[in-house]
Every structure is written in C-alpha cells, then in structure tokens.
C-alpha cells in the first residue's frame, strides 16, 4: 500500500528558504508521477509542482523561478526547495501520486496523499 510522509515544513520569514520532503513507501516512486499541492485556509487545493515519469517538470505560474521539485529515485523521495519565500505562499503543503500517464495540476488527478506539512511565512 502506497504510504506518503511529508516533512519540512515551519515557519519562516518572507525571503526565506524551506526544503519540503516527501518520504514514499510501498511503491516504487519513478512509476508514478508526482505532484506538490498546497491548500491555504479558505481555498481550494492547488497544484505547485509535477514531475512526470520521465522527469519532466511543471510549475504553478505564482512559484516559478522559486520552488525546484526533485527526486531522489534510489531514496524513493520527493523534494521541493522553496526558495524566496513569500507570505501568500502560507498554506499546508501536501505531495501526492497518481498512476496516470500524464502529469497534471488537478488534485482529482492524484490517487495517492501524505498527511501535509505546514509552511507558514511572515512579513
């Protein structure tokens, strides 16, 4: 069974860097392709990074040229290294896996979820 830990996530001041990680077990990571998501109080989940399973990479317009998503496949991890951190970057950051062929931004895509790790950053 599929079994997602994230980790990393605190408190930082605007500027700051966060490197977030995704522990994976049951699966095999470079089969999947991966996503990060993040969720702010009164909004709707979004989509940060994807990376398909050829390692190709996409990123939410409001982070590019900040957050890096990675993977390390011998430790079957996700990473996501948020630099230039901004407060309306504040959520609860989640990663996630999907069997599907394709990559997409769409939460509903994915069919896998770790429990989330919490950013939060101040002005």
């Known amino acids: 069974q599929v079994h997602l830990v994230e980790s990393g996530g605190g408190s930082v001041q605007a500027g700051g860097s966060l490197r977030l990680i995704c522990d994976g077990y049951?699966?095999?990571?470079?089969?999947?392709?991966m996503g990060w998501f993040r969720q702010a109080p009164g909004k709707e989940r979004e989509g940060v990074a994807i990376?398909?399973?050829?390692?190709?990479?996409n990123y939410a317009d409001s982070v590019k040229g900040r957050f890096t998503i990675s993977i390390d496949t011998a430790k079957n991890t996700l990473y996501l290294q948020m630099n230039n951190l901004k407060p309306e970057d504040t959520a609860m950051y989640y990663c996630?896996?999907?069997?599907?062929?394709?990559?997409?931004?769409?939460?509903?895509?994915?069919?896998?979820w770790g429990q989330g790790t919490q950013v939060t950053v101040s002005s």
């Open positions: 049951g699966y095999t990571i470079s089969n999947y392709c």
């Open positions: 990376m398909d399973k050829a390692g190709s990479t």
């Open positions: 996630a896996a999907t069997w599907s062929r394709f990559a997409t931004m769409r939460p509903a895509d994915y069919n896998y």
